[in-house]
C-alpha cells in the first residue's frame, strides 16, 4: 500500500514538473512557436507561399514597420506609447525627396532623413519629459503637426526625381539580401545592445518597472525618456528614407496607420502595455508574424477589410493576454 501510494505521489511529481516545463517553454517561446505555426498553416495552404522569393518579400515588406517597431519598443517599455511615426515618415520622404536629387552626393539625403526623424523625436520626448504631457497627447500632436507639414512642403503632391544612388537604399540587393533587411537587422542588433548591454538599457528597464523606485535610485527619468524618443524618431527617419528610396518619390500620404502596425507587431512581440518588459526579439517576430499573415491572406485573396479586422483582433487578444498577465503578479 505504501509503495503504491509513493509511486502515485511520484508520478504526480513528474506530471507537475511536466505541466510546469511545458508552461515554461510556452512563455519563453510561445511567440516563437505561434509563427511556425502560421508559417506551416499559410504553406499548406497556399503552395506558392514558401518559395524563396515570396519569404525574403515578406522580410523586406516588413522592414520599414519592423524598424518602426523597434524604436517604439523601449517607449513602451517605459509606459509610454508613440502615435506619431507614420507621419513622421511622410515628413522625412518629402523633405528627403528634394535632397535626393542628382544634384546632391548620397551622404546628404542620408543625414537629412536621420535629422529630420531625430528632430521629431527630440520634439516628442522633450514635450514628455520635460513638459511633463502625457505621451499620448504628445506624439497625438506630432502626427498632426507633422502630417500637415509633410503637406505644407510638397503642396500635397509626390516628390521625384530620385537618383539611382538613393533608390539602392529600398531597392538594392547585396549577396542576396535585399538593402532594407540588412538595415532592419542592424538596427535591431544595435537595439538589443542598447538594452541588454547598456546602462541605459537597465535604466529603460527599471523606469518601467517603477519609475519612482528608478526616480529613488539616483536615474535620471527625464533624460532617458528623451532619449528614447528621439531614437524612436531617428528610427522613423531611417524608415522614410528606406520606404522613400523604394517607391523613388517622396510621398506627402506616406506612413498612414503605419504607428499602429508598429505598435502592433511589439504588443504582439510581448511588450507589456503596463512598462517594464518587452525585448527586441520579441518584436521582431511581432513583425514577421504581421507580415507572414498579411502575405499569406494576400495569396488567398482576403480582402484587405478582412485583413484588417483580423488584425484588430489579434491586437486585442494580445493586449487582453498581456493585461490578465499583470493582474496576476
Do not use: C
Not at 515554461?24 to 522569393?53: D, E, Q, R
Not at 500635397?156 to 539580401?177: H, K, N, Y
Amino acid at each position: 500500500m505504501g509503495l503504491e501510494l509513493e509511486k502515485t505521489e511520484t508520478k504526480q511529481v513528474k506530471n507537475n514538473q511536466g505541466k510546469e516545463l511545458a508552461v515554461n517553454i510556452l512563455k519563453k517561446y510561445g511567440i516563437f512557436i505561434i509563427l511556425i505555426l502560421l508559417i506551416v498553416l499559410m504553406s499548406i495552404l497556399t503552395p506558392h507561399f514558401l518559395s524563396a522569393t515570396n519569404l525574403i518579400n515578406i522580410v523586406r515588406q516588413m522592414s520599414i514597420i519592423g524598424i518602426i517597431a523597434i524604436g517604439v519598443t523601449p517607449i513602451i517599455i517605459t509606459k509610454g506609447i508613440d502615435l506619431s511615426s507614420g507621419s513622421v515618415i511622410a515628413l522625412v520622404s518629402v523633405v528627403v525627396a528634394t535632397f535626393a536629387q542628382g544634384d546632391f552626393p548620397l551622404v546628404v539625403p542620408i543625414f537629412v532623413a536621420l535629422g529630420v526623424g531625430l528632430l521629431a523625436g527630440l520634439i516628442n520626448g522633450t514635450l514628455v519629459a520635460k513638459g511633463m504631457l502625457a505621451p499620448f497627447i504628445a506624439t497625438l500632436g506630432m502626427m498632426t503637426a507633422a502630417r500637415g507639414a509633410a503637406m505644407l512642403y510638397s503642396d500635397g503632391r509626390p516628390i521625384g526625381g530620385i537618383s539611382e544612388s538613393f533608390t539602392f537604399i529600398g531597392q538594392g540587393i547585396i549577396f542576396g539580401i535585399p538593402v532594407p533587411v540588412i538595415i532592419f537587422g542592424l538596427v535591431g542588433l544595435v537595439t538589443w545592445v542598447l538594452l541588454n548591454k547598456t546602462k541605459v538599457g537597465r535604466y529603460v528597464y527599471a523606469i518601467g518597472g517603477n519609475e519612482q523606485a528608478a526616480v529613488t535610485a539616483g536615474i535620471n527619468v527625464s533624460r532617458i525618456k528623451l532619449m528614447v524618443y528621439a531614437y524612436a524618431g531617428l528610427l522613423g527617419g531611417i524608415a522614410g528614407m528606406i520606404l522613400t528610396s523604394r517607391i523613388a518619390s517622396g510621398q506627402p500620404q506616406a506612413g498612414i496607420m503605419f504607428e499602429l502596425d508598429a505598435i502592433a507587431a511589439a504588443v504582439i512581440g510581448g511588450t507589456s502595455l503596463f512598462g517594464g518588459i518587452g525585448t527586441v526579439g520579441g518584436t521582431i517576430i511581432g513583425a514577421l508574424i504581421i507580415g507572414v499573415m498579411n502575405n499569406g491572406l494576400d495569396l488567398l485573396g482576403v480582402s484587405s477589410y478582412w485583413q484588417q479586422i483580423v488584425k484588430g483582433a489579434i491586437i486585442v487578444a494580445a493586449v487582453y493576454i498581456d493585461s490578465r498577465k499583470n493582474r496576476k503578479k
